[in-house]
């Protein structure tokens, strides 16, 4: 299976895109990645010998965080994101990762690839650490701003498809992010949408208040991209500064700092457990095509686990099984 990386894109990039796919390309020997920018700035993270299943191919340009996506996705065509989006269009490569514009991303995803045949709005679907035995994926969190209700249910079909598939989990708990609990509560947008939720052959637990979703009380989340995106960087946030203020007081003094040495294993896997780099990143669902989205700020860590994350992708056929779904809808 060949992976397309937009060795560009990222704050990080190319050293983090490079060392990232270097340390993937080793562990599995059944992945051509494919890094995709401007090669020589590529070649000088690359320390010889290359292993056998990389490849360069060149692209000139590079769409910058300050690019308006659409514009810069139909202007920049020999941009490095463009260039991968389009191998996957052209069956030349299986899938595609960026750590670069997210609004750039979506829309190669859409102007380049297309959607999936019956699938009526993609949603950017990240995981997010939570305190519960699973991950959970949320859907969607900034694709379709204004969605109706026959868009949730699609959400929510490629969801579980995408749960199971990829992160392993069996008849994956879905709640739809609302002010309440209550089967009424909520705009009507979510009110026309319980109801339609509910009739479906899934394990729906209801409506889930924010405050809950940390807690890992269901394992998909349904919303609109607005209030979704709302989350997601509350969650971001609300990680760095709780753990911006835990670094603080533990360096306070001596009496802390060794306080802080004997929580040091705890504190360690707390770090891990709602780290974003373990999960790598964000699929686009619902376009026809293996998307994924990697962090802004995406180290090399989170990049190999992006490729990783494609490759069960690819392995367990989540695109070929969401399509089947919309199909049997018809």
Same mark, same amino acid.
């Given at each position: 299976m060949k992976i397309a990386l937009d060795a560009m894109g990222g704050d990080l990039a190319p050293k983090s895109?490079?060392?990232?796919?270097i340390a993937a390309a080793n562990k599995f020997s059944d992945i051509q990645i494919i890094l995709v920018g401007r090669s020589?700035?590529?070649?000088?993270?690359?320390?010889?010998?290359i292993p056998s299943n990389i490849t360069i191919h060149h692209a000139e340009e590079v769409i910058k965080t300050e690019d308006e996506p659409v514009r810069a996705v139909r202007r920049k065509k020999d &941009? &490095?994101?463009?260039?991968? #989006?389009?191998?996957?269009?052209?069956?030349?490569?299986?899938? !595609?990762?960026?750590a670069g514009n997210t609004g750039a991303f979506m829309a190669a995803g859409l102007l380049v690839a297309g959607r999936i045949p019956g699938i009526e709005r993609p949603a950017l679907a990240p995981v997010l650490p939570t305190l519960g035995e699973n991950s959970l994926?949320?859907?969607?969190?900034? #694709?379709?701003?204004?969605?109706?209700?026959?868009?949730?249910?699609?959400?929510?079909?490629?969801?579980?498809?995408?749960?199971?598939?990829?992160?392993g989990i069996k008849n994956? $708990?879905?709640?739809?992010?609302?002010?309440?609990?209550?089967?009424?509560?909520?705009?009507?947008?979510?009110? &026309?949408?319980?109801?339609?939720?509910?009739?479906?052959?899934?394990?729906?637990?209801?409506?889930?208040?924010? $405050?809950? !979703?940390?807690?890992?009380v269901c394992d998909v989340l349904i919303t609109d991209g607005f209030s979704g995106n709302v989350l997601l960087k509350l969650?971001?946030?609300l990680a760095q500064s709780i753990f911006g203020v835990l670094k603080k007081e533990f360096t306070k003094n001596a009496i802390t700092?060794?306080?802080?040495?004997?929580?040091?294993?705890?504190?360690?896997?707390?770090?891990?457990?709602?780290?974003?780099?373990?999960?790598?990143?964000?699929?686009?669902?619902?376009?026809?095509?293996?998307?994924?989205?990697?962090?802004?700020? &995406?180290?090399a860590k989170?990049?190999?686990?992006?490729?990783?994350? #494609? $490759?069960?992708?690819? !392995?367990?056929? !989540?695109?070929?099984?969401?399509?089947?779904?919309?199909?049997?809808?018809?």
């Open positions: 895109t490079v060392e990232g796919a020589e700035e590529i070649k000088k993270y690359i320390k010889d010998p &941009s &490095s994101l463009v260039v991968a #989006a389009q191998m996957v269009k052209n069956k030349e490569a299986d899938a !595609v990762i960026t994926l949320v859907l969607d969190v900034g #694709a379709n701003m204004d969605p109706k209700a026959e868009h949730l249910v699609q959400y929510t079909k490629m969801g579980k498809i995408y749960v199971e598939q990829v992160l994956p $708990r879905i709640g739809l992010l609302n002010v309440g609990t209550e089967e009424t509560k909520g705009n009507e947008l979510m009110k &026309s949408t319980y109801p339609l939720l509910k009739e479906m052959p899934i394990n729906f637990v209801g409506n889930v208040e924010a $405050r809950d !979703v940390p807690n890992g969650t971001e946030g700092k060794f306080a802080a040495l004997l929580l040091k294993p705890s504190l360690q896997n707390l770090k891990k457990q709602m780290d974003y780099t373990e999960i790598g990143g964000a699929p686009l669902l619902g376009v026809d095509g293996a998307f994924i989205k990697a962090h802004g700020s &995406s180290d989170a990049i190999m686990n992006a490729i990783f994350q #494609a $490759r069960l992708f690819l !392995v367990n056929g !989540v695109l070929e099984k969401i399509a089947n779904a919309v199909e049997c809808d018809k």
